[in-house]
C-alpha cells in the first residue's frame, strides 16, 4: 500500500521545502522502506527548460531526458533514486494536458472547469507510474496564498479524503522570524499559514517551523494549540553547516518517529551511519583547495546548484574543503591576463547559452592550458576549449560556434543526424527550444589508455546530457595534432563527448553533465579526480 506525504510551505519561499522532503524520504529509506518524490509546479511554463537561470536556478535533467526542477536534483542526492519525467509536472503541463483533451473531444463536450478537469488531471498525475512504493512524498511548489497553487492545494485536498487519512500525511514548513528588538521568535506568521491551509480544506499534521535558533518549549506548545496539531508534530527545522546535516537533525527533532506514528507503522531505528560519516568528513576535512567557477550566472548561486554540490562530493571523496571562487566571464573580456585564476587550484567552466562571457571562458580555458592548471570543462565549457586550441595552437584562427551566428571555420555546430541505441534522431534550426536539445542519458565509448579511461576504469559510459551544439567532428584530425585527443565520443563515432590534453597536469572537457549524477555516497569520479588534481597542484604553489 502506498502511502502519500503532501509537504507545503507558507509564509515565505526559500524555506526549503525540497531539502526538507529528500531529507525524509532519505529517513524512511534508512528504515526500510521504498520511497519516491515528485514535485507539483505552479507556473504556466510548460518545464524550466527555457526558463533563465535567473529566473528560476539550475535545470535538472533527469536520466529519461526531463528539463525539471532543481529539487529533484536534491531528491536523486539524498536518497539514489532517479527522478523521472513523471516526477515533475507544473500548471503549463497540466493546462496543455488538459487543453489538448478537449480539442480531441475526450470530455464528450463537458465544460472544462478547474475542477473537476485540472484537479482530476493533476491528481491522476500525482498517484500514477508508480512501482509499488511504500511512500510518495509530494512536494507543492511555491507558498500557500499564491493564487497560481490553488487547484493544487484543492486536487491533494481532494486526495487526502478519497485515500484516507491511514494512506495520507500533509507537512506544512513554515517561518518563525526572529525579532530583535522582541527578543523573541514569532509564532503569528505561522498561526496565519496554518489558517490559510485550514481555509482550503486542509488541516496539516505536521509542522516544521524554520528557525535560526532553538524553539523554547513554550512556544512549541503555543503552536501545537493554536494550529491544532500535537505538541510532537511541531518540529523545528533549524540552521544548519551543512545541507547534509538536515537528515540527522530532523531524526533527532523526531520528524521521521513522528511521521510513522501517524501510519501506525512500527519498525527498526533507521542506519544513519553513511550521512555521519558523510558530515563528518564535510566538517572535519584535512585541508581545502580552491575551484574557480567562471561563469555568466555567477550571482545566482542556484544556477549551479548540482555542480556545487558535485565538487562538494569530490572534497568529501579526498576529506578536503572545496572553496569556490566565483567568477564572472565577461571581466576577461576586457583583460589580457586573468589575474583572478592566479591563486586558483584548479578551474572549472560549466554549461551555459549565449555569447556572453564566451570570449572569457576561452581566456579561462587559455590561463589554465598555458599555466598548467587543472582544467575542467562541462558542455559549453568543453566547447570553448575546443576554440580556443583551435585558435591557439591550430591555427584556425577564426575558429567559432554557429551558435553565435554563422563564422568561418565551424568547430562548434548543430549536429542535425546522429545514431542513438540503433535509431536515427534528428534536430532541426526552427524547432521549438526543447526539441533542438540532446536531452537524458546517452552512451559514450572511450578510447583506451587515456586519463578519462583511467578515471571511470571502463570504456563504456552513461551520462546526462543538456545542449543543441556539438564538437564538429571533421576538426578531429587538425586538432589532434597539437596535442588534444578526442578520448569519448558516441557509438556512431559522429558526436565527441570527451576531450583531453595528455601533457597537461589535468586538462578534461566533456560534453555532458556529469554533476547531475553525482552523490555524497558515490561522488562522481571525474569530480574525485578533478578534486584530487586540485591537491595536487595546491602543493606545488
Not at 503532501?6 to 531539502?19: D, E, H, R
Not at 473537476?116 to 509530494?138: G, M, R
Amino acid at each position: 500500500m502506498t502511502r502519500f506525504i503532501f509537504i507545503t510551505g507558507g509564509v515565505a519561499s526559500s524555506l526549503g521545502k525540497g531539502l526538507a522532503s529528500a531529507s525524509l524520504a532519505a529517513l524512511l529509506q534508512a528504515r526500510g522502506f521504498n520511497v519516491r518524490i515528485r514535485k507539483l509546479d505552479p507556473y504556466l511554463n510548460v518545464d524550466p527548460g527555457t526558463m533563465s537561470p535567473y529566473q528560476h536556478g539550475e535545470v535538472f535533467v533527469t536520466e529519461d531526458g526531463a528539463e525539471t526542477d532543481l529539487d529533484l536534483g536534491h531528491y536523486e542526492r539524498f536518497t539514489c533514486v532517479d527522478a523521472k519525467q513523471s516526477d515533475n509536472v507544473t500548471t503549463g503541463k497540466i493546462y496543455s494536458d488538459v487543453i489538448a483533451k478537449e480539442r480531441r473531444g475526450e470530455y464528450l463536450g463537458a465544460t472544462i472547469q478547474v475542477i473537476p478537469h485540472v484537479t482530476d488531471a493533476i491528481k491522476q498525475f500525482t498517484v500514477s507510474n508508480l512501482n509499488k512504493e511504500d511512500f510518495v512524498l509530494v512536494e507543492i511548489g511555491g507558498t500557500v496564498g499564491d493564487i497560481e497553487g490553488t487547484p493544487f492545494l484543492e486536487a491533494i485536498r481532494q486526495l487526502g479524503y478519497e485515500l484516507g487519512r491511514n494512506r495520507t500525511m500533509y507537512i506544512h514548513l513554515t517561518l518563525l522570524p526572529f525579532l530583535a528588538a522582541a527578543g523573541e521568535l514569532k509564532t503569528k506568521p505561522t498561526q496565519h499559514s496554518v489558517k490559510e491551509l485550514l481555509s482550503l480544506g486542509i488541516q496539516p499534521d505536521l509542522l516544521l517551523c524554520r528557525a535560526d535558533r532553538d524553539l523554547p518549549v513554550g512556544e512549541r506548545v503555543k503552536i501545537a494549540l493554536f494550529c491544532n496539531v500535537k505538541e510532537e508534530a511541531v518540529v523545528p527545522a533549524l540552521d544548519v553547516e551543512s545541507i547534509y546535516e538536515v537528515p540527522l537533525r530532523y531524526h533527532e527533532q523526531g520528524l521521521d518517529t513522528e511521521v510513522c506514528c501517524h501510519f501506525g507503522l512500527k519498525t527498526d531505528k533507521p542506519n544513519l551511519d553513511s550521512w555521519k560519516n558523510v558530515v563528518k568528513r564535510v566538517t572535519t576535512p584535512e585541508g581545502d583547495v580552491t575551484i574557480a567557477i567562471v561563469g555568466k550566472y555567477t550571482i545566482l548561486v542556484d544556477a549551479y546548484k548540482s555542480l556545487v554540490e558535485a565538487l562538494a562530493h569530490g572534497g568529501i571523496s579526498n576529506n578536503v574543503k572545496v572553496k569556490i571562487k566565483w567568477i564572472e566571464s565577461e571581466v576577461f573580456e576586457s583583460q589580457i591576463i586573468p589575474n583572478e585564476l592566479e591563486n586558483c587550484d584548479g578551474i572549472l567552466v560549466p554549461g551555459g547559452f549565449g555569447s556572453r562571457g564566451a570570449e572569457g571562458k576561452i581566456k579561462a580555458a587559455q590561463f589554465a592550458r598555458e599555466k598548467g592548471i587543472p582544467y575542467f570543462g562541462i558542455c559549453f565549457g568543453m566547447q570553448m576549449a575546443v576554440i580556443e586550441v583551435a585558435r591557439n595552437l591550430a591555427g584556425i584562427k577564426n575558429a567559432g560556434t554557429t551558435e553565435f551566428g554563422n563564422c568561418e571555420d565551424k568547430v562548434i555546430g548543430l549536429m542535425t543526424e546522429w545514431e542513438n541505441e540503433g535509431k536515427l534522431e534528428q534536430r532541426h534550426e526552427d524547432s521549438d527550444k526543447g526539441g533542438t536539445m540532446r536531452l537524458g542519458a546517452y552512451p559514450c565509448i572511450i578510447k583506451e589508455n587515456t586519463k578519462i579511461h583511467k578515471i571511470y576504469g571502463k570504456l563504456e559510459i552513461s551520462e546526462r546530457h543538456r545542449h543543441r551544439y556539438e564538437v564538429n567532428i571533421e576538426y578531429e584530425k587538425q586538432l589532434e595534432k597539437f596535442g588534444i585527443i578526442f578520448s569519448g565520443k558516441s557509438p556512431d563515432n559522429i558526436l565527441p563527448e570527451i576531450i583531453e590534453i595528455p601533457a597537461h597536469p589535468w586538462f578534461i572537457g566533456v560534453q555532458f553533465h556529469p554533476e547531475l549524477k553525482s552523490r555524497p555516497f558515490e561522488p562522481h569520479p571525474l569530480f574525485s579526480d578533478f578534486i584530487r588534481a586540485a591537491i595536487e597542484q595546491s602543493r606545488l604553489v
